[in-house]
């Protein structure tokens, strides 16, 4: 089976700006996770999404937002951009079941200037 | 808030020398994770443990679950090279969807 797959694997933007991200979860994992890590926070959840529902939100601001789509591939927008922004974005997918791990990503490097 | 304490930060060690690994926590987890991470890479899943008390083996490297299910531990028996990384404890409540609280993680570094 293909693994989970980010794309894109680096972007660069400018502060104020908005940015997409996309994951394709492991064929037949219909749970996704999204995580930021960075050095001083370590990793971080953001949110977790299972058939399209959102079911958990970590404690980040509203400019951070996700979607999934029918075929479990999903998405997350941040708006308004800051530097503190900058981070690693992980996506993790698992088949919906808990406390069976997580499989994640490469993830997306985002550097925001 | 959850929260896991991971120590050591950081571990230098030479080839063929054991090490552990710590994770505490004041809460009581449904599940304690062991994942691996290289740089530029994503976690990768070395163990899940469940039941208090559980022991898990996968080669060199034993997983222990506290009775309690409050801590964990990774211990590495005549470590290698290859075992250089970033390893990560991450903590699973019963209900939380894919929500998994994870601990600053340990650098390890293992010299030829």
């Known amino acids: 089976k293909a693994g989970v797959t980010q794309t894109p694997r680096y972007l660069i933007k400018t502060r104020g700006q908005q940015v997409t991200l996309s994951c394709s979860p492991i064929s037949g994992h219909r749970s996704v996770s999204w995580y930021q890590q960075t050095p001083g926070q370590g990793l971080q959840f953001l949110f977790e999404y299972f058939s399209e529902t959102q079911r958990n939100k970590g404690n980040f601001p509203g400019r951070f937002s996700g979607r999934q789509f029918s075929n479990s591939r999903s998405e997350m927008n941040v708006s308004t951009l800051e530097l503190g922004d900058s981070a690693l974005y992980l996506c993790a997918s698992n088949p919906g079941q808990t406390l069976r791990g997580q499989y994640f990503g490469p993830g997306t490097r985002l550097t925001v200037t | 808030t959850q929260l896991l304490e991971q120590s050591p930060q950081f571990l230098s060690i030479q080839e063929g020398e054991n090490l552990t690994v710590y994770c505490n926590s004041s809460s009581v987890f449904s599940s304690l994770q062991w994942y691996r991470q290289e740089p530029g890479e994503g976690p990768v899943l070395l163990v899940t443990v469940v039941t208090g008390g559980e022991v898990k083996k996968l080669k060199r490297l034993t997983f222990q679950f506290g009775d309690a299910r409050k801590d964990s531990s990774l211990h590495i028996t005549a470590a290698q090279p290859g075992d250089t990384g970033l390893y990560l404890c991450?903590?699973?409540?019963?209900?939380?969807?894919?929500?998994?609280?994870f601990g600053q993680g340990t650098i390890l570094t293992v010299h030829p």
């Open positions: 991450a903590g699973e409540g019963g209900t939380s969807y894919g929500k998994l609280t």
